[in-house]
């Protein structure tokens, strides 16, 4: 029973870890497009 909720636990951790460098990964593949589209943006009111 000890070891089950070791693994459970274990288990519950990597699943936290996977999501929240899921979500990491996905906030900065969602900030870089964003930053270079205001770069755009920015130049296209200059010119």
């Not at 519950?12 to 589209?37: H, V, W, Y």
Request: hydrophobic share 55%.
């Amino acid at each position: 029973m000890k070891i089950n909720n070791v693994l459970f636990t274990t288990l519950r951790f990597r699943n936290n870890e996977i999501i929240f460098i899921l979500t990491m990964t996905g906030a900065a593949f969602s900030i870089i497009p964003l930053s270079l589209l205001m770069k755009d943006f920015n130049k296209s009111l200059v010119n």
